[in-house]
């Protein structure tokens, strides 16, 4: 028979690793990164918060490992498209500026971009000095009328996120423009 730390060792480790890892998630985006688990997830949050190894902010719905003052909401955005692609990714994690995250799925490296309003020139500037082995782009927009302003190199789709459901809406670069 197995030990309780047997059966939740896997998703215990996995589970800190990405919240040390993205520093804050909403409840939502921690079971559905493990879809089938959402029980042992559910478990393990009770637990590591009960044990003050992650804390839960009620009013938000979101966890943290304590070591940010305060939720990236590009980040958070970056999460909900990376569960977009759950059941094909092999792995994921958080990239300095300009990216926000990268994940491979089916083999292929992705990078995930947040780019606020206002902001597309100095992504574009901050995209052109970077190097990237990235084979696709994932650019996530607060509007889609920012799609038409924008030419980042080796994008496959942006999009926009509703932060309130984790709905993602895709778009090419020639439906924004009409």
Known sequence: MKTREQIYRKEAAELLRDLT?????????????????ESKI??????????GRIFYEKDKDLYHDGTEATPDI?????IWVLIDFIER???HSAVDFPAALVFVAD???????YVPVDKEAVMEH??????SDAEKRIVIVEDAAQI??????????YCTVDMQTGAVQYFKQEDALG
């Open 21 to 37: 890892t993205y520093h804050y998630m909403y409840r939502d985006q921690l079971l559905l990164l493990y879809p089938g688990k």
């Open 42 to 51: 559910e478990n393990l949050l009770s637990y590591f918060t009960r044990q």
């Open 74 to 78: 590009s980040m958070l955005a970056s």
């Open 89 to 91: 990714v092999e792995y």
């Open 107 to 113: 083999g292929e490296l992705y990078e995930v971009l």
């Open 126 to 131: 901050a995209m052109a000095q970077q190097g």
């Open 148 to 157: 038409a302003r924008l030419s980042i190199p080796y994008t496959t789709a």
